[in-house]
């Protein structure tokens, strides 16, 4: 019940915001609005749910279930159905935590190349990652290959100081932090240097065939079309693509040049691609974040 109810009665002011109405606790007893309580009682069910399956709630979670409920696509949400996605270096079990990280995951399983588009905070980037951390461990793939066009900010790398590594760096950091997360930052380094992980600009792919690897294409929307294409034709055997991108956010002078918004049309429909499309209701960022992006999107 303490959990279920949070910190300082977080959860429940959480579920009061959503319905916009009065929740009152008085020990193993919650007395809501008798024409929200059907929705209400599915929350607090599904909330009892995730504390038995795994031992914590979040406001984040709770927010997610209202939001749910009040689209009336709470009761085909199961939380149970969730497998941990990767295990970290502390031990933290990884799991998806909506219902579109779910169906991503289930993509990236049984699929070869999966696009996942979805604004910031979706945890498209981090779910790529933990699941090529997860197969890597596995040893169902030798390598794990991280690249993305480097466009932020219109410089070129020839302009930045330092190494090739030095200059591509900066742009690879939400990468970089997602696997010392998953493996610790000594384990990264040791596999950087016997080239187990590999992380590289995007204009380095040109050429090479990619065998027994997960690669990974972050911030895709930044491709152009003949960057895509090359791309995608780099698969070899026993590879995996996951290509990653929020196509409001578009760096290219022309965004209609996007090589992930071609992708995703023309790709549609074959079999061994998925397109999953991540959407604001799979914000798993501060619970600010989605009201940022919803606010964001009425102005664009």
């Given at each position: 019940m303490q959990t279920l109810i949070g910190s300082h009665d977080c959860h429940i002011r959480a579920i009061e915001k959503a319905f916009d109405t009065e929740v009152v606790v008085r020990a193993q007893k919650i007395k809501v609005e008798e024409a929200l309580a059907p929705a209400i009682e599915l929350v607090i069910e599904k909330c009892l749910e995730r504390i038995q399956?795994?031992?914590?709630?979040?406001?984040?979670?709770?927010?997610?279930?209202?939001?749910?409920?009040?689209?009336?696509?709470?009761?085909?949400?199961?939380?149970?159905?969730?497998?941990?996605?990767?295990?970290?270096?502390?031990?933290?079990?990884?799991?998806?935590?909506?219902?579109?990280?779910?169906?991503?995951?289930?993509?990236?399983?049984?699929?070869?190349?999966?696009?996942?588009?979805?604004?910031?905070?979706?945890?498209?980037?981090?779910?790529?990652?933990?699941?090529?951390?997860?197969?890597?461990?596995?040893?169902?793939?030798?390598?794990?290959?991280?690249?993305?066009?480097?466009?932020?900010?219109?410089?070129?790398?020839?302009?930045?100081?330092?190494?090739?590594?030095?200059?591509?760096?900066?742009?690879?950091?939400p990468l970089y932090d997602a696997l010392n997360e998953m493996l610790g930052a000594e384990i990264v380094e040791k596999y950087l240097e016997k080239e187990i992980i590999e992380i590289a600009p995007l204009a380095f792919m040109r050429g090479r065939t990619l065998n027994d690897a997960i690669v990974i294409l972050d911030e895709a929307q930044n491709t152009t079309k003949a960057q895509m294409k090359m791309f995608l034709t780099r698969m070899g055997r026993n590879a995996k693509m996951i290509v990653t991108g929020d196509i409001t956010q578009i760096d290219l002078i022309r965004k209609k040049d996007s090589g992930l918004?071609?992708?995703?049309?023309?790709?549609?429909?074959?079999?061994?691609?998925?397109i999953v499309h991540l959407h604001d209701s799979d914000v798993v960022r501060n619970p600010l974040v989605q009201k940022i992006i919803e606010r964001y999107a009425k102005v664009e």
């Open positions: 399956d795994r031992g914590r709630l979040s406001e984040s979670d709770v927010l997610y279930l209202c939001d749910l409920a009040k689209k009336g696509e709470l009761k085909t949400f199961s939380i149970k159905r969730d497998a941990p996605v990767v295990k970290t270096k502390s031990g933290k079990l990884i799991y998806p935590k909506t219902i579109g990280q779910t169906i991503l995951c289930s993509a990236l399983e049984n699929n070869n190349i999966v696009f996942s588009t979805g604004v910031a905070g979706t945890g498209k980037t981090y779910l790529a990652v933990a699941y090529a951390v997860s197969e890597l461990k596995k040893e169902k793939v030798e390598k794990i290959i991280l690249t993305r066009p480097a466009v932020e900010a219109g410089e070129s790398l020839g302009f930045l100081p330092g190494d090739m590594k030095e200059k591509v760096d900066p742009y690879l950091r918004t071609q992708a995703c049309e023309i790709l549609e429909g074959i079999e061994g691609i998925e």
